[in-house]
């Protein structure tokens, strides 16, 4: 059975940072994507930012660039989100993905690319 569990989000002010982790298990790890993503209430879920199996590449949404850090550890199966200069705009349910399709430049962008999802954190901005 695969699980995908967040954790670490929470309240923090404006400026502040969070670094979120999903651990992962029942699965492959260093086979897949991994991805996340984020939901605000009455929005639909967004594409924040994913990385390949390897590590070797990322990608994030334009208007996190420079502020968000994907990262993955495939000995303990966990891959990280690094958030800084936290916005009240950041204000969302994140969710962490893992995708078994190969990278192809186009993928990764869409809830439709990952055949798992965890349960999400909350991250709340204070301003």
């Known amino acids: 059975q695969v699980q995908l569990v967040e954790s670490g989000g929470g309240l923090v002010q404006a400026g502040g940072s969070l670094r979120l982790s999903c651990a992962a298990s029942?699965?492959?790890?260093?086979?897949?994507?991994m991805g996340w993503f984020r939901q605000a209430p009455g929005k639909e879920r967004e594409f924040v930012a994913a990385?390949?199996?390897?590590?070797?590449?990322?990608m994030y949404t334009d208007s996190v660039k420079g502020r968000i850090t994907i990262s993955r550890d495939n000995v303990k199966n966990t891959v990280y989100l690094q958030v800084n200069s936290l916005k009240p705009e950041d204000t969302a349910v994140y969710y962490c993905?893992?995708?078994?399709?190969?990278?192809?430049?186009?993928?990764?962008?869409?809830?439709?690319?990952?055949?798992?999802w965890g349960q999400g954190t909350q991250v709340t901005v204070s301003s």
């Open positions: 993905a893992a995708s078994r399709r190969i990278y192809s430049g186009s993928n990764y962008y869409t809830p439709l690319d990952y055949n798992y």
């Open positions: 029942g699965l492959t790890f260093r086979a897949y994507g």
């Open positions: 990385i390949t199996f390897s590590g070797a590449s990322t």
